[in-house]
């Protein structure tokens, strides 16, 4: 079957960094995307990682390894508002799957 | 330029009752998906549309069942409602079948009593 594997829950400390790891079982699919989704929000695209390596926009960087069927997410400097839910997902052929989402809280 | 609407923003339902839900895409934006999100459960695909065609469905029953409009608006009708099925559902558009970036909606609430 195809899944994506993600810790349920993550906590770390306001300024600090926090890795969110993904490991996947899935064929015809390509790159790795992440999003972020507050309580009662909407999901909101992070970032997209279609070859190995690192991708950075800001605060957060995205990597990939294909081989290794591997990705994490790396949140720098936390705020408070970091607090939320992050989501893996793969998409191909007019399918996008998604991990079952990592609770990030970022305490004071 | 508008985001991605979804109406009704809530809805309650009783079980054996049918439902349908709408979504307006970002203009522009050709493909619709559909994913159902309960707790714990990250989202589920459901199908995903392109082009007024359903180009690809996930592992749900029949009574899920969706449409595209030739202006890209989607719905999503379920039919028969169960209890299982309270959960918010999302739908996503994106500019073409290649691009990966997913746009969504805020959802529409259900709950089946």
């Known amino acids: 079957g195809q899944s994506l594997e993600q810790p349920s829950e993550v906590t770390a400390v306001e300024g600090a960094i926090v890795q969110i790891n993904c490991t996947y079982q899935t064929s015809g699919f390509y790159g790795l995307s992440w999003y972020q989704q507050h309580d009662g929000g909407a999901p909101t695209f992070l970032s997209y990682n279609a070859l190995d390596g690192l991708e950075e926009t800001g605060r957060f960087s995205s990597f990939l390894s294909r081989s290794d069927s591997y990705g994490y997410l790396l949140l720098q400097e936390l705020q408070m508002k970091d607090s939320a839910s992050y989501f893996c997902?793969?998409?191909?052929?007019?399918?996008?799957?998604f991990g079952a989402g990592t609770r990030l809280f970022v305490k004071a | 330029k508008a985001g991605v609407t979804q109406t009704p923003r809530y809805l309650i339902k009783t079980r054996g009752q049918q439902v349908t839900l709408s979504c307006s895409p970002i203009s522009g934006h050709r493909s619709v998906s559909w994913y159902q999100q309960t707790p714990g459960q990250g989202l589920q695909f459901l199908f995903e549309y392109f082009s007024e065609t359903q180009r690809n469905k996930g592992n749900f029953p029949g009574r899920f069942s969706g449409r595209q409009f030739s202006n890209s608006r989607s719905e999503m009708n379920v039919s028969t409602l169960e209890l299982g099925d309270s959960a918010l559902y999302l739908c996503?558009?994106?500019?073409?079948?290649?691009?990966?970036?997913?746009?969504f909606g805020s959802g529409t609430q259900l709950s089946v009593l």
């Open positions: 997902a793969v998409t191909g052929g007019f399918k996008t799957i």
């Open positions: 996503a558009s994106r500019l073409t079948a290649s691009n990966e970036k997913l746009f």
